[in-house]
């Protein structure tokens, strides 16, 4: 039971460069999220899933796009990479109610975008 | 909008010093009140969930409490092995278990 699993762990990328950030779970969990992490922000959360097909934007989304076409997977793109999207991301899943909402967090990928 | 402060920023304790950490939130309606702890290069793990003014956790050293505006994680007689990230998040109710976290507070101890 390997739990969130992240790849890649850390990537480099010039700017207007796109890549996709892969999120896995196996937990059975219905509900995804994505957060990125930065000095004195905080984790906010970019785009979140309720279940496989359905996608919606949470706190800080331009620049992103996701998609859950597999319950257990949950992918995050960037399809212009700007400096300002150098972060650490997480990715977390959870279930749906009572002590199955906790949310469980992957190792994280740190992006640097040049 | 769900708000979350979190302090002190920073705290340096010696080994066996036992002090708390301040979670203050304003939330629409609180469904949960979640504990992390993040040590460097890794992902948030999982420490409590209090759901109800009044309840109180524990694990190992650690007591978390919480209030009706705030939270205290209590550490007792904290070791080196306590140092880390400590974060505090809130779930609003009707938010599809969406959290809103704090800006952590940085633990270190000493021996």
């Known amino acids: 039971n390997a739990g969130v699993t992240q790849t890649p762990k850390f990537r480099v990328l010039k700017t207007g460069q796109s890549m996709t950030l892969l999120c896995a779970q196996d937990?059975?969990?219905?509900?995804m999220y994505w957060y990125r992490q930065d000095p004195g922000m905080g984790l906010r959360l970019i785009h979140y899933s309720v279940g496989e097909g359905t996608t919606a934007k949470g706190e800080v989304p331009d620049g992103y796009n996701v998609s859950r076409l597999k319950k257990q997977n949950f992918l995050l793109g960037l399809e212009s990479a700007a400096p300002s999207q150098t972060s650490v991301y997480f990715c977390?899943?959870?279930?749906?109610?009572?002590?199955?909402?906790?949310?469980?967090f992957g190792p994280g990928t740190r992006l640097l975008v040049l | 909008e769900d708000q979350v402060t979190q302090s002190p920023e920073a705290l340096r304790l010696q080994e066996g010093e036992s002090s708390s950490l301040n979670c203050s939130y304003t939330v629409s309606g609180l469904r949960g009140l979640f504990w992390y702890r993040q040590d460097p290069g890794k992902g948030p793990e999982f420490l409590f969930t209090l759901y109800s003014a009044g309840e109180e956790k524990e694990k190992e050293r650690l007591k978390a409490t919480l209030t009706k505006k705030e939270s205290f994680l209590h550490i007792t007689a904290p070791k080196p092995e306590d140092s880390a990230t400590y974060l505090c998040?809130?779930?609003?109710?009707?938010?599809?278990?969406?959290?809103?976290f704090g800006t952590g507070t940085r633990l270190q101890v000493t021996l």
């Open positions: 977390a899943s959870s279930g749906t109610s009572g002590s199955q909402e906790t949310q469980y």
């Open positions: 998040a809130v779930q609003a109710t009707g938010t599809a278990s969406k959290l809103t």
């Open positions: 937990m059975n969990h219905e509900y």
